[in-house]
């Protein structure tokens, strides 16, 4: 029987653009022995096609399992949840449970939004969508790299670009990585760095709007008791020697997109996953290009994604059972 303050988690995995690639990714992942035994990852998949897609991979269909109700996952073994071969039907699936709230956690294989759009007209990403099904929530990207947790703010090429980078705006959104960092990393009281507004991303100096904005924020948030710091430039920040003083903070917040893909290309991509925070469910997403990137490398960022994954979901349960009655805490 299995413990109660030891769950293994079910963490629901859709299969991406539904092709041979993605369901050797779903196939390799779901068939560790490791996750198996800590986590109950199952697939939003076709057994069927798993069957055609996984010959010669030293896999066979008789390996996996399928189901189609809820009761049916547990044991041991890697188990699909039967769907159509289709895009969006693995996700359509899959959003029936996160509002039946029978999921709590969901990993998303990288997918091509041209190939949801003949069924979901205007599809731009899957975080994008899965924000739109849950009315009230205000999601955010959180790049997950090795040792570090990177978002932004908004895109230089955005409009409204003072709207967005407005101190009210700023201020709400480190006050949501804060309460994320908590709950669902369990890091009592998180370090946050800003990034400087200067959009010349190559220099190294401050800008009006930090001096203006900026600075009076963080120091007004450090007087309350959240240690957030900056703003730093960008090339500052992470010049060579800094590195040491830069690890010291928990999460980076970059007013654009831009100074995170910087940060992307400087330290790679091969084991990045992106968390969306903010939700009432736990989304992750491998990060890679599908059929572009080399299969042992999608293999290794999605099994990173589950353990993101799993550990979130241990932390979320951590954090509950720790606020349900402050005043036992």
Not at 70 to 91: N, S, Y
Not at 153 to 172: C, G, W
Request: hydrophobic content about 45%; overall charge neutral.
């Amino acid at each position: 029987m299995e413990r109660e303050e030891n769950p293994r988690f079910k963490i629901g995995i859709t299969h991406g653009n539904a092709d041979e690639y993605s369901y050797q990714v779903l196939a390799r992942v779901l068939s560790e022995p490791f996750f198996l035994e800590t986590a109950f990852p199952f697939g939003y998949a076709s057994l069927a096609v798993m069957g055609q897609h996984i010959k010669g991979t030293g896999l066979h269909e008789t390996t996996f399992g399928s189901v189609a109700q809820w009761a049916d996952l547990k044991g041991k073994r890697p188990l699909l949840w039967e769907t159509e071969a289709k895009p969006f039907a693995a996700l359509q699936q899959a959003l029936a449970h996160l509002k039946s709230e029978e999921l709590k956690a969901l990993i998303t294989l990288p997918l091509d939004a041209e190939a949801v759009r003949p069924d979901c007209a205007g599809f731009k990403n899957t975080p994008l969508w899965l924000a739109s099904q849950f009315v009230g929530s205000r999601p955010f990207r959180l790049w997950l790299f090795e040792n570090w947790r990177v978002t932004f703010m908004t895109s230089l090429q955005m409009d409204r670009l003072s709207e967005r980078l407005a101190a009210d705006k700023v201020r709400e959104r480190i006050e949501s990585l804060y309460r994320t960092l908590q709950a669902d990393f369990n890091i009592a009281t998180p370090r946050i760095a800003l990034l400087s507004m200067n959009e010349d991303l190559e220099a190294a100096a401050l800008c009006a709007a930090d001096r203006e904005v900026l600075q009076p924020m963080t120091a007004a948030l450090l007087e309350s008791g959240k240690p957030v710091f900056g703003p730093y430039s960008l090339k500052a920040f992470f010049a060579e020697g800094r590195r040491e003083a830069a690890d010291a903070f928990h999460a980076v917040l970059c007013p654009y997109k831009e100074q995170s893909d910087r940060i992307q290309r400087q330290f790679g991509t091969e084991r990045l996953c992106a968390y969306t925070a903010g939700l009432p469910f736990v989304h992750m997403e491998p990060v890679y290009a599908p059929g572009q990137t080399p299969l042992e490398t999608a293999v290794r960022c999605t099994a990173r994604a589950l353990g993101e994954t799993l550990d979130i979901c241990r932390a979320r349960a951590l954090y509950a059972r720790l606020t349900e009655n402050p005043l036992c805490a």
